[in-house]
């Protein structure tokens, strides 16, 4: 796409797809793009052999931006490539699955199956259409209307669920039993609110590691975010930071403050 101008944010969300976290932008062009380096970390792929191969392809290098810059959480930016989500099945069903490691090839599927739309769907909170006109006039309206307008989303989207979730009843009445039985199980773990770390809590986690990532990222001149992620669940034996146990909260943040402290002589700037 170097022949086009460059793409501009107007919209960025983090988004967290079965705890990787994925940062994505609405462009000036009115479509959305994911940043590939978090795509590939999340996959333990190479960044650079994966730029190359969308780069080279006819297809893909049209939704390709190579360098927008991104705002992260700690307050910096960094320049970022970026495909455009409709893309990202075609990029990720060229991938071997032998390209990955056996433990990651079930979160490959589900990338596969699944990112694109999860995307998509971050940009549409709190719109039932597409009408553009329609977007300016709930810009405009009270906060009561524009609360009241949430509300009806939510129960749209809670009466899809239970139509779908019927459906399945009728078809997969045994599948079905066997998801409840996990979700008690699921329950029964969640129920128990200390342990894990609160919402809040992983946050702090978060702005932690993108702190240190930041710094990491401007001395070596390309995205260090994903490393410190790495690790972070090493040394906690953990996969995603919200699975961190409450108990290892506070060691967890001495640990990352440390680790900053080497890097810069401060503490981390919550």
Avoid at 55 to 73: C, F, I, K, W
Avoid at 153 to 163: D, F, G, P, S, W
Avoid at 195 to 213: K, L, M, P
Wanted: net charge negative; glycine share 6%.
């Amino acid at each position: 796409m170097s022949d086009e101008k460059a793409l501009v944010p107007v919209e960025q969300k983090q988004v967290e797809f079965y705890g990787d976290e994925l940062t994505a932008v609405r462009g000036n062009d009115g479509h959305v793009y994911v940043a590939i380096g978090q795509m590939c970390d999340a996959l333990g792929i190479d960044r650079a052999s994966q730029t190359r191969r969308i780069r080279s392809d006819e297809v893909l290098a049209t939704g390709y931006q190579g360098s927008v810059n991104l705002t992260y959480p700690d307050g910096g930016t960094q320049a970022s490539g970026v495909l455009r989500i409709d893309l990202i099945p075609l990029w990720l069903t060229g991938l071997r699955t032998k390209a990955v490691r056996e433990d990651v090839r079930p979160k490959l599927e589900r990338f596969k199956r699944e990112a694109a739309k999860a995307l998509w769907e971050a940009f549409q909170e709190g719109r039932l259409t597409a009408d553009s006109d329609f977007d300016t006039l709930l810009q405009q309206a009270s906060q009561d209307t524009v609360e009241a307008y949430q509300m009806a989303l939510a129960m749209v989207k809670l009466a899809r669920n239970q139509i779908l979730l019927e459906a399945r009843m009728d078809t997969h009445g045994r599948l079905l039993e066997d998801y409840g039985r996990r979700l008690a199980d699921v329950e029964a773990t969640l129920s128990n609110p200390a342990q894990f770390i609160t919402r809040e809590q992983a946050s702090r986690i978060s702005q932690a590691v993108r702190a240190i990532g930041h710094v990491l990222s401007e001395r070596n001149g390309r995205s260090e975010y994903g490393a410190v992620y790495g690790e972070l669940y090493r040394n906690f034996e953990i996969s995603a930071y919200r699975e961190l146990p409450a108990q290892k909260y506070d060691e967890a943040i001495k640990w990352l403050n440390a680790w900053y402290q080497r890097l810069t002589n401060q503490d981390i700037p919550f």
